[in-house]
């Protein structure tokens, strides 16, 4: 399922990048169209109104290679970040107890769904976990049942059969139902 989720996030990536570029195309043609309208200007105001545009046109196209070269980059594999999320999972309080700041931060926000609430005299508040660990927390809590002894299917009544079954210590004997 995460695969599913990690190759499907990568395509849309392929597709976002593809609109990237078709998109700096756009502003490129663009460009050369405001160059061909300045070598036909003749005053002064409108060559001036052209270099500005084409100088924004200019940072745009920047914007948009920056864009199209980080679209699409895997900074880790598949494995390894599956990896490294379920090691943080298993035991979150070993990146707590790391020297970095950035690290704290970051379980912080992997670990609860809002900021924390602080109520003054107090103290903090009940917070709100993010998804993956209210599920841990409902499978160590013991919210799941055990099935109920009866028969998963409805009781039916009214079926007669010529011989019943009986289970009795394990063995199946069969008697006449005559």
Known sequence: ????????????????SQMLKSELAKTERQVEQLLDRILDAETATVVRAYEVRIRKLEEQKAALAEKITNCGRLLRSFDESLRTSLDFLSNPWKLWT???????????????????????NEGFRT????LPFKVLAD???????????????????????????QLNYGRLFCESAT
């Open 1 to 16: 399922m995460f695969e599913d989720l990690w190759n499907h996030r990568l395509a849309n990536a392929a597709a976002q």
């Open 98 to 120: 790391s020297e970095r700041l950035e690290d704290k931060r970051a379980v912080l926000k992997l670990t609860f769904g809002d900021r924390l609430a602080y109520v003054r």
């Open 127 to 130: 917070p709100k976990l993010s």
């Open 139 to 165: 499978l160590s809590v013991g919210k799941s049942k055990m099935a109920r002894p009866e028969r998963f299917e409805l009781p039916t009544s009214g079926f007669v059969g010529r011989r019943s079954i």
